[in-house]
């Protein structure tokens, strides 16, 4: 959880909603990934570059823990 604190140019609102998705996840490994990530775009009301850092960066570790 301390690295992305220490990420520089990351938004408030991105921290946040990174770190609720972690969370989220491992609570919930029933939900599917993407529903997971579309709610956070909606709950920390990301901006489109947010949006498209989150999908690119979560489906990629989420995909890695599926092999």
Not at 29 to 56: G, H, M, W, Y
Request: hydrophobic share 35%; aromatic share 6%; net charge negative.
């Amino acid at each position: 959880m301390g690295e992305v604190q220490s990420v520089q140019g990351l938004s408030a609102n991105l921290k946040k909603a990174v770190l609720w998705l972690g969370e989220t996840a491992r609570e919930h490994p029933e939900r599917k990934r993407a529903d997971i990530v579309r709610e956070a775009q909606l709950r920390f009301d990301l901006t489109p570059r947010e949006c498209e850092f989150l999908n690119s960066n979560f489906n990629e570790i989420t995909s890695g823990e599926a092999a």
